[in-house]
């Protein structure tokens, strides 16, 4: 007998991942670059040079069987030294390899994460808009996601839900700043307050809460501004990251898990990881990639494209009434859609060769993303068919919501 849970999910496929094929399709009947494919958060951009360099050098001077041999199952020694060395230096906290976890990319390192916090029964708090990947996530694990509802005038974190929400069941809270899909950071008034209320908690409901930081798009802030180090306001803080979006190498899936050094378990959990990774058949990442990736912790792609991008878009969105909260970092927007419906705003704009993606399975109905890790020609090339789209379909739309 096959599992019907997977089975089951056949039905509820990925929205992104589905419109990313059907773009795929639609540009084997026009060219691919006559689709303004804004579905998929597929970096654009190239990996820096010297992750190339560094890669050439390890296959040129390295005995091949070490290099291509498995890891010790928490990661290689240097490498987690290495980056323990880089988050001491950039956040001023005490790292060392021992609360450091290498894992297959963010989507790994939340795997685990998840694992060595909670059981079956337990609740995970998140806030909409969120990944929709979170899901199966934490539902898989045995423990149950429960979604705040948004605050829609910036997307920052809905408090008042949140207190109604908590619980003694609440084994952690699940953030991702800067945010997919809104762009939003997360503002340091806002970790600050979601730091004192979980202390709290933790407190009266006589167990940790812990918070699960999800930080792939860290590097991609704008304006100048930084991302706040979420484990400087909150001891128990696990980060998940990935160097997918920071180096451009999403294939390579390849990151960590980072316990707080202030985390009582701290090291009890990173040792934790390793057996978790015996039941889920994760059993370490590529050894060539992480030993390419510690030469270039310092390292980023040309993220400024995103900026760029971000600019053009945001401009030419609220030019033709759209509302939308200008995202701080990421590649993502967020805009409210013309209509209550956003799936049937986004079918829509399939006929205009935009491939919008509606916000429902976000949990956040009636808004639409754009994931705008595209080149700058296109994006200006796709202004003309949003323009097309937009003026021709809601003609009546009222311009003063932006």
């Known amino acids: 007998m096959i599992a019907n849970q997977y089975k089951e999910m056949l039905q509820a496929k990925s929205v992104i991942r589905e419109l990313f094929q059907y773009a795929t399709d639609r540009g084997k009947e026009i060219g691919y670059e006559n689709v303004y494919d804004y579905s998929l958060g597929n970096p654009s951009v190239p990996v820096p040079q010297k992750f190339t360099d560094v890669m050439m050098e390890l296959l040129a001077t390295q005995e091949p069987v070490a290099l291509h041999g498995y890891s010790p199952t928490l990661g290689i020694p240097q490498v987690r030294e290495k980056i323990a060395a880089s988050l001491a230096k950039r956040f001023g906290l005490p790292y060392t390899m021992d609360e450091i976890f290498m894992t297959s990319g963010a989507a790994g390192a939340i795997a685990h994460a998840l694992r060595a ?5 337990d609740e995970i708090l998140t806030f909409a808009p969120f990944f ?9 694990t045995g423990a ?10 910036d997307f920052q974190i809905h408090f008042e839900a949140l207190e109604e929400m908590l619980n003694e069941k609440t084994a952690a809270v699940l953030i991702n700043t800067p945010n997919n899909p809104s762009g939003v950071v997360y503002s340091e008034e806002t970790i600050q307050r979601l730091a004192a209320l979980l202390r709290a908690r933790s407190a009266e409901y006589g167990h940790d809460i812990y918070l699960i930081s999800d930080e792939p798009y860290r590097e991609i802030v704008f304006d100048g501004a930084k991302a706040p180090c979420v484990s400087r306001y909150y001891e128990n803080t696990i980060v ?4 997918s979006k920071s180096l451009s190498l999403p294939g390579e899936r390849i990151g960590y898990v980072a316990v707080n050094p202030a985390c009582k378990d701290a090291k009890t959990i990173v040792q934790m990881c390793g057996q978790i990774s015996r039941g889920i058949g994760h059993n370490c990442p590529s050894s060539i990639i992480q030993l390419a990736v510690a030469e270039v912790l310092e390292e980023t792609a040309d993220l400024s494209v995103y900026e760029k991008n971000r600019n053009v ?3 030419e969105l609220l030019r033709l009434g759209f509302s939308c909260v200008k995202p701080d970092g990421t590649f993502y927007i967020f805009p409210k859609a013309l209509e209550e419906d956003a799936k049937a705003f986004s079918e829509k704009a399939k006929k205009y060769d935009l491939m ?20 700058p020609e296109k994006v200006e090339r796709s202004l003309e068919a949003l323009r097309r789209f937009v003026e021709e379909c809601y003609p009546n739309r009222n311009m003063e919501q932006r």
Not at 132 to 140: A, C, D, F, K, Q
Not at 359 to 365: N, Q
């Open 313 to 315: 878009l945001y401009e």
């Open 356 to 375: 919008l993606v509606p916000g429902d399975s976000f949990g956040c109905a009636g808004y639409f993303r754009m994931s705008y890790c595209i080149a």
């Open 117 to 121: 916090v909670s059981v079956a029964g």
């Open 240 to 243: 998940c990251y990935s160097f």
């Open 132 to 140: 929709p990947e979170y899901g199966p996530y934490v539902n898989l």
């Open 144 to 153: 149950v996601l429960r979604v705040v509802p948004p605050r829609v005038e």
